[in-house]
């Protein structure tokens, strides 16, 4: 019999509960906690069994691409990578899917000053990397200062620490992180897998040398080898047994090796599911869900909280002195025809900005109504005009957009602009290409997305204070009032009302122009066991383990 299996509460598919308790799990996120260990629900699994889990064997997982060469998370953003570092490296903190409280991990429990500049964190006892050395308060200064000093190399974690002064190891359990600033969403951020902790042997290597994954990890697996466009190999580490508050068990991973293999084409992916060649796959396509499910496979579909699918303008581009170009767009663009005819119904209509599953989030779809005529109209007004070949002009200058994405729905959008009068040339770009563009400001958009469970990805994004993220390259402006309120405020209701302002404004001025509300869907089979979603939906395999 064939499940689809959706995430309880905060990630479930379906349930939007953060329009009601946005500030409710903002307030557990400054919440200081005081207990350590014990066993916390599954925040989401693939099949279960009512037999007892049994250790060993090698479980596979399919990958829809190659980490891009780097195995390194704080110089990652790409969910693949940072889906393997997650076995890696154990975190200080980790997130209940289920509610979108931080729970204890590496550190027991915490407590945050008023101002929220200074975070004080009691390790557990006992904590060790791969190569022995302790989990310590060293190890956690060791850690967040080699993420500071990567410097822009830090595309992953570095945005999420702005304003790190130092760390202080008051005692081999105890570590005080300070800030020049009010930090709240940096608890949250710790979370993640970006700020996984490696042996300080190990953090002073070159970044490329990290990148092949060549350090020491305090995580349930090593790595025994990646291959590039091929697969990483990992192993159980023997003797750990430090796992989150959310793990089902004590002790060692069940599984004895663990191996991603990387498979770019989704009917290959699902192919090699049915055919019980892997244990579970990455990205199931909604074309696919109905043949897994007919063959017996488990769907697990997850709503990631963060920014939608977004096109976001250069500020220093043609488009920022011009605004009616900028709601144009917004007006043309069909973000249901875009779900109906490419990614199928897991996904939604944009309604905001964030997803629906991210703390801070408002609904603000009665602003982004796709209207045609309105688009059209608003060019004409602008003096743009249409020409012979149906694409506008005006005081001779083509209204065509440069635009750097790497989405599945460009060809669907280029028809819709079209449809007003507006030119898009799909520009798709290989990663060296595309940062080479983005820092030479060679774009008058942006297409991006990102996972964070925290509003404090739109400051990424939007303040002029901050500098990494900046594809918006922003100006300072009046939003950057309600940031700062919005990163630094400890008040739940006073943060909540400063990130919907923020959402308003970018809207509003059609800074931001969501495209749809993403969602994931993985695919399980019937010998997956144990396998869960982290807080920001990234695969935990600790509990996995194969059924006979």
Request: proline share 6%; net charge negative.
């Amino acid at each position: 019999m064939s499940r689809h299996v959706s995430v309880p509460a905060r990630l479930r598919a379906g349930r939007p509960p953060l329009r009601a308790l946005g500030a409710a799990v903002l307030v557990v996120l400054l919440a200081a906690c005081s207990s350590s260990g014990g066993s916390g629900g599954e925040a989401s699994s693939s099949a279960s069994s009512s037999d007892a889990p049994v250790s060993g064997g090698t479980y596979v997982h399919a990958l829809e691409a190659d980490p891009l060469g780097c195995l390194d998370a704080p110089q990652q953003r790409f969910h693949v990578a940072l889906n393997i570092t997650r076995q890696l490296a154990d975190s200080l903190v980790d997130q209940d899917p289920a509610t979108g409280k931080i729970v204890p991990w590496l550190a027991k429990s915490w407590e945050i000053s008023d101002d929220a500049k200074t975070f004080t964190f009691h390790l557990v006892d006992g904590a060790t990397f791969s190569d022995g050395k302790p989990v310590d308060a060293a190890a956690v200064k060791a850690n967040l200062d080699r993420i500071v000093a990567l410097g822009a190399k830090a595309i992953g974690a570095g945005p999420w620490i702005q304003g790190y002064q130092s760390t202080q190891a008051v005692d081999p359990s105890t570590a005080v992180v300070t800030f020049d600033r009010p930090n709240v969403q940096f608890l949250q951020a710790l979370s993640g897998s970006w700020f996984g902790l490696i042996s300080p042997a190990d953090t002073g290597k070159s970044p490329e040398e990290l990148c092949k994954g060549t350090y020491a990890g305090s995580g349930p697996f090593t790595l025994e080898s990646y291959t590039k466009d091929q697969d990483a190999v990992l192993l159980k580490r023997t003797g750990y047994d430090w796992p989150s508050s959310l793990a089902a068990h004590q002790g060692e991973a069940y599984l004895d090796k663990l191996q991603f293999t990387f498979v770019p084409e989704a009917g290959v992916r699902s192919g090699t599911l049915t055919s019980g060649q892997v244990q579970s796959i990455s990205l199931v396509t909604w074309q696919d869900e109905e043949p897994l499910e007919a063959a017996g496979d488990t769907l697990l579909t997850a709503r990631q909280p963060g920014l939608t699918e977004s096109w976001i303008p250069n500020q220093q581009s043609w488009l920022a002195d011009d605004e009616p170009v900028r709601q144009a767009i917004r007006y043309a663009i069909n973000s249901q025809e875009i779900v109906d005819t490419v990614y199928g119904p897991t996904y939604r209509s944009r309604t905001a900005p964030l997803n629906s599953t991210t703390p801070g989030y408002v609904d603000l779809s009665s602003e982004l109504p796709y209207d045609q005529a309105k688009a059209a109209q608003l060019l004409e007004d602008d003096g743009w005009k249409l020409g012979a070949d149906g694409i506008r002009v005006k005081d001779g200058k083509r209204l065509s957009l440069n635009v750097i994405a790497s989405y599945t729905d460009l060809e669907l959008i280029q028809q819709q602009l079209k449809a007003v009068g507006i030119e898009y040339k799909i520009r798709q770009l290989d990663p060296a290409a595309a940062s080479k563009a983005t820092i030479a400001g060679d774009y008058d958009i942006y297409a991006w997305t990102m996972t964070r469970a925290d509003p404090t990805v739109l400051n990424a994004l939007f303040s002029s204070d901050w500098t990494s993220l900046g594809y918006a390259k922003a100006n300072p402006s009046e939003l950057d009032d309600l940031l700062a309120t919005q990163e630094s405020t400890v008040d739940p209701d006073e943060r909540a009302a400063a990130a919907a302002e923020v959402q308003r404004y970018v809207v509003e001025h059609a800074w931001l122009i969501p495209i749809v509300d993403r969602a994931w869907t993985y695919g399980t089979g019937p010998t997956s066991h144990g396998l869960r979603l982290d807080g920001e939906t990234k695969l935990v395999f600790y509990d996995a383990w194969i059924g006979r």
